[in-house]
């Protein structure tokens, strides 16, 4: 089945430590994508990739660093920076230029 | 840049009720539009789409039409199910077409 994958689905980390998140992608999709979602809000960009190698950052991409080894990979570090890391992480791969599918998301907890 | 702006929720119905949430967009030129939903403890999924102005995009009984001279796409359903609660967001490309600009979301909670 094809599909992006996101691990763990839920994740707790102590204050001061960095931590990974996994987004797996067997779509053959260039494109993909870090959003954060708090709740009662919309989604909020934090990084993308177009291509292999090359990322971009969002809107809120303070306190966070990513990764685009291979195509099919996209992991997204919280670092100690991030003021207020809570939430939930969605990961989203396209086409570029046509609509995203999303994984299913993890749950950061900061303890 | 390109913005979008929807109805506040919650928006609580009963089953087959006639829906609408609002949802107005601000752009340079004529980006894609799209409306996604998330049920509870999911991802997103790709409710409907449309690519240019008065296409129509319909899924699952839910429609949305593109309308530039409104710059509105609203999300109407003409009779909803208990299965239909869940959280919808408004979407806008960016205008260089490589990122999505979301509304806050509205939630929709269905009663039988």
């Known amino acids: 089945d094809g599909g992006i994958t996101q691990s763990p689905k839920y994740l707790f980390r102590k204050e001061g430590q960095n931590v990974t998140l996994s987004c797996e992608q067997n779509l053959n999709h260039d494109a993909m994508y870090w959003y954060r979602q708090d709740p009662g809000q919309g989604l909020r960009l934090i990084y993308y990739s177009q291509i292999v190698n090359d990322f971009q950052k969002g809107d809120i991409a303070e306190g966070y660093s990513v990764s685009r080894e291979k195509k099919e990979s996209f992991p997204l570090t919280v670092t100690s920076a991030q003021k207020n890391p809570t939430a939930f992480y969605l990961c989203?791969?396209?086409?570029?230029?046509?609509?995203?599918?999303f994984g299913p998301g993890t749950r950061l907890t900061v303890l | 840049g390109n913005s979008v702006t929807q109805m506040e929720g919650p928006v609580t119905l009963s089953e087959e009720a006639f829906l609408t949430i609002n949802c107005t967009y601000t752009a340079t030129g004529y980006p894609s539009l799209f409306w996604y939903v998330q049920y509870p403890g999911e991802g997103l999924q790709l409710l409907l789409k449309?690519?240019?102005?008065?296409d129509k995009g319909s899924n699952k009984g839910f429609e949305a039409t593109y309308r530039k001279e409104t710059t509105s796409f609203h999300l109407e359903k003409g009779s909803v199910q208990v299965s239909d609660s869940a959280v919808y967001f408004c979407?806008?490309?960016?205008?260089?077409?490589?990122?999505?600009?979301f509304g806050k979301g509205t939630t929709l909670s269905v009663s039988s």
């Open positions: 989203a791969s396209s086409i570029v230029g046509y609509e995203q599918f």
């Open positions: 979407v806008v490309a960016n205008q260089a077409g490589t990122a999505l600009i």
């Open positions: 449309a690519t240019k102005a008065d």
